[in-house]
Structures are given as C-alpha cells and as structure tokens.
C-alpha cells in the first residue's frame, strides 16, 4: 500500500523560507519523478514542482514558483523536500507530494501540509 506523508507546513511572514518533506513507503522510491502539489479551496490541484526519477538531474517548476522553490530527493531515505525562499501569501495553500511512474501520477494522496504566508 503506498502511503506519503508530508510534513513541514507552518505560518510565515511573507520573504520567508519554509522547507517540506514528504516521505514515501510502498513503492520502489527511486523508480518514480516525485512531484509537488498544491491546492487552495475551490482551485484545482496545482502542479508546482517535479522532479525525476533516480538521480533526480531534471527538474520542472510552474512559472509562479520559478526561481524560488526548489525540489530534491534522497533516495536513500525515500524522501523528497521542497525548499521555498521569497513565500509569498499567494504561495498559501495546502502542499501535497505524489509519485508519478511513466506518465501517470498516483490517485494515492497523503493527507498534505498547510502553508499559510501572511504577517
């Protein structure tokens, strides 16, 4: 059974930095592109974040984060992070990572973490 788990969330005033893990158990972690999503109320999942799968040397990001968030992984501990510099309140949102194998993502989903940037 797949199961992820995302932790990390909090309040922060907007230029602040926040960094996200997400933990992955019941697939071959390393096999999978790992992504980062986020949702506000009434808005449809948003793909902010992607990253390949083994060495992780391909990344993607939406335009609203470029430059800004970065992803990575750690195989070894089955995790991927999510940095986020420069938050802005518009970056409020719950954050949620999945696992994509060939060209389809996971309809597993953890239960997320909140980011709420606001001063």
């Known amino acids: 059974q797949v199961q992820l788990m995302e932790s990390g969330g909090g309040l922060v005033q907007p230029g602040g930095s926040l960094k996200l893990s997400c933990v992955a158990s019941g697939i071959i972690f390393s096999h999978y592109d790992m992504g980062w999503y986020r949702q506000v109320p009434g808005k449809e999942r948003e793909l902010v974040a992607h990253?390949?799968?083994?060495?992780?040397?391909?990344?993607n990001y939406a335009d609203s984060v470029k430059g800004r968030f970065s992803i990575s992984r750690d195989n070894s501990k089955k995790t991927v992070y999510l940095q986020m510099n420069s938050l802005k309140p518009e970056d409020t949102a719950v954050y949620y990572c999945?696992?994509?194998?060939?060209?389809?993502?996971?309809?597993?989903w953890g239960q997320g973490t909140q980011v709420t940037v606001s001063s």
């Open positions: 999945n696992a994509k194998y060939g060209n389809r993502w996971l309809d597993s």
């Open positions: 990253i390949i799968s083994g060495s992780g040397l391909r990344r």
